[in-house]
């Protein structure tokens, strides 16, 4: 059965570095692993996408072993304003059982 | 360049009822997904549509269906309303299906409330 699995929530001090892991045993061969934010009353914002090893962009990096089977998404230096929902999607399964996975959710709170 | 816009935004339906939600794609997509998110489930997939063809469904009775036109915007449908299908409905656009390395865009959701 195809899952994905985060922390329930996070604690965290501006300043400070963040990193979240979601764990996804089934993931597709092909298929990319995206992390969203959420705020309350808002559809998820795409924050990276990576396939292996590392990807880096303005806002955080993403950490991805060579089996794949999980990822790390680190947000450095966060700030009051990153206190949101942090979600991880992979693709898992295939042909007719291939289905787009989110995980869990991971609750971040940022404290001043 | 404009959003994925869905409307409406709010809706209250009766049990029993059925609903349509619509979804507007961003401008020269062509894959639209659909979720439904609820604070016990969270976001689960609902079904996928690519050049108005349904590629992948989730784990849904056959009471949630969807379509895709041809000018890439997407109606789901839910008939005989239960009091469980209270939740905020989201659609994202991609110019890929999947996750292949291409981003998702999402629109603000509809939150469906069943009474």
Same mark, same amino acid.
């Given at each position: 059965?195809?899952?994905?699995?985060q922390?329930?929530?996070?604690?965290s001090y501006e300043?400070?570095e963040?990193n979240?892991?979601?764990?996804?045993?089934?993931i597709a061969?092909?298929?990319?692993?995206?992390w969203?934010?959420?705020?309350p009353?808002?559809?998820?914002?795409?924050i990276?996408?990576?396939?292996?090893t590392k990807?880096?962009?303005?806002v955080?990096s993403?950490f991805i072993?060579?089996d794949?089977?999980?990822s790390?998404?680190?947000?450095p230096?966060?700030?009051l304003s990153?206190?949101?929902?942090?979600?991880?999607?992979?693709?898992?399964?295939?042909?007719?059982s291939?289905?787009?996975?989110?995980?869990s959710?991971?609750r971040?709170l940022?404290r001043? | 360049?404009?959003?994925?816009t869905?409307?409406?935004?709010?809706l209250?339906?009766?049990? +029993?009822? =059925?609903v349509?939600? %619509?979804? !507007?794609?961003?401008?020269g997509?062509?894959?639209?997904s659909?979720?439904q998110?609820?604070?016990?489930?969270?976001?689960?997939?609902l079904?996928?549509?690519?050049?108005?063809?349904?590629r992948n469904k989730?784990?849904?009775?056959?009471?949630?269906? +969807?379509? =895709?036109?041809?000018? %890439?915007? !997407?109606?789901m449908?839910?008939?005989t309303?239960?009091?469980?299908?209270?939740?905020?409905?989201l659609c994202a656009s991609?110019h890929?299906?999947g996750?292949?390395g291409?981003?998702?865009y999402?629109?603000?959701g509809?939150?469906?409330?069943?009474?």
């Amino acid at each position: 059965l195809a899952k994905t699995t985060q922390p329930i929530s996070m604690d965290s001090y501006e300043g400070q570095e963040v990193n979240i892991t979601c764990s996804h045993n089934n993931i597709a061969t092909n298929d990319y692993i995206t992390w969203y934010q959420q705020f309350p009353s808002q559809g998820p914002r795409f924050i990276i996408q990576g396939y292996k090893t590392k990807v880096t962009n303005e806002v955080a990096s993403l950490f991805i072993p060579a089996d794949r089977k999980s990822s790390t998404l680190s947000l450095p230096r966060v700030s009051l304003s990153d206190t949101a929902v942090y979600y991880c999607l992979v693709g898992a399964g295939r042909d007719s059982s291939y289905k787009l996975i989110f995980g869990s959710g991971t609750r971040l709170l940022v404290r001043p | 360049k404009a959003g994925v816009t869905q409307t409406p935004r709010y809706l209250i339906k009766t049990r +029993g009822q =059925q609903v349509t939600l %619509s979804c !507007s794609p961003i401008s020269g997509h062509r894959s639209v997904s659909w979720y439904q998110q609820t604070p016990g489930q969270g976001l689960q997939f609902l079904f996928e549509y690519f050049s108005e063809t349904q590629r992948n469904k989730g784990n849904f009775p056959g009471r949630f269906s +969807g379509r =895709q036109f041809s000018n %890439s915007r !997407s109606e789901m449908n839910v008939s005989t309303l239960e009091l469980g299908d209270s939740a905020l409905y989201l659609c994202a656009s991609s110019h890929q299906p999947g996750t292949g390395g291409d981003e998702q865009y999402f629109g603000p959701g509809t939150r469906l409330t069943v009474t």
